[in-house]
């Protein structure tokens, strides 16, 4: 049996909501898919400071998370469009 991931949106879901239509459609049906397999194709773990994080891209935009194995849980920390601050200001991991 494969296990499903919980999602947690944090502060991201009124961000996700004043997405354009377009992207915002595919930000929530890649996120939605994180439950059944949280490290998809084209999905790159983050290294240095933000090592424990993991990035999707989708067009110009980022969806940025983390994933707590030990309580079957994705937070999904940022959702922007990619710019300087994309990946500034993040919460240290423990």
Do not use: C, S, W
């Amino acid at each position: 049996m494969t296990k499903k991931y919980r999602l947690d949106f944090g502060n991201t879901r009124p961000i996700i909501d004043r997405l354009p239509g377009y992207i915002r459609q595919r930000v929530k049906q890649t996120i939605l898919a994180l439950v059944d397999n949280p490290r998809p194709k084209g999905t790159k773990a983050l290294t240095g400071d933000l090592a424990g994080y993991y990035r999707i891209t989708l067009e110009q935009y980022r969806i940025i998370y983390r994933i707590h194995e030990e309580i079957v849980t994705i937070i999904i920390v940022r959702v922007a469009k990619r710019d300087n601050d994309t990946y500034k200001g993040l919460p240290t991991i423990d």
